[in-house]
Nanobody
Framework: RVQLMESGGGSAQAGGSLKLSCAVS???????VGWFRQVPGNDREGVAT????????QYGDSVKGRFTISRDYAKKTLDLHMNDLKLEDTAMYYC??????????????????WGQGTQVTVSS
């Protein structure tokens, strides 16, 4: 199993920025890593995903133009830069891994390994 551990969550004001990081034990080949978020009572929502080795990225509609996903192979980290935060970005954020894939959909059910999550709270 791939091990993942998130860090960097916390509180921010609307319009502000936060950066989340995920330590990943391996990125794999023809595999996906991504960020998802969840609020109580809802399914996990796909935020951003990235494919190895192509680097192809997908963003959820609600974060396009505000969030950026990036990875560092040497440091084995997956980052999520969140700008122009909105109240509705408040959620628990998880990083996840899915192996043996040629594309990386935003569907959480396709991902096998998950971190423990980090809370992001946006206030007005």
């Amino acid at each position: 199993r791939v091990q993942l551990m998130e860090s960097g969550g916390g509180s921010a004001q609307a319009g502000g920025s936060l950066k989340l990081s995920c330590a990943v034990s391996e990125f794999g080949n023809y595999a996906c890593v991504g960020w998802f978020r969840q609020v109580p009572g809802n399914d996990r929502e796909g935020v951003a995903t990235m494919h190895s080795p192509s680097g192809a990225i997908q963003y959820g509609d609600s974060v396009k133009g505000r969030f950026t996903i990036s990875r560092d192979y040497a440091k084995k980290t997956l980052d999520l830069h969140m700008n122009d935060l909105k109240l509705e970005d408040t959620a628990m954020y998880y990083c996840a891994f899915a192996g043996t894939r040629f594309a990386c959909p935003l569907e959480f059910r396709l991902y096998n390994d998950w971190g423990q999550g980090t809370q992001v709270t946006v206030s007005s």
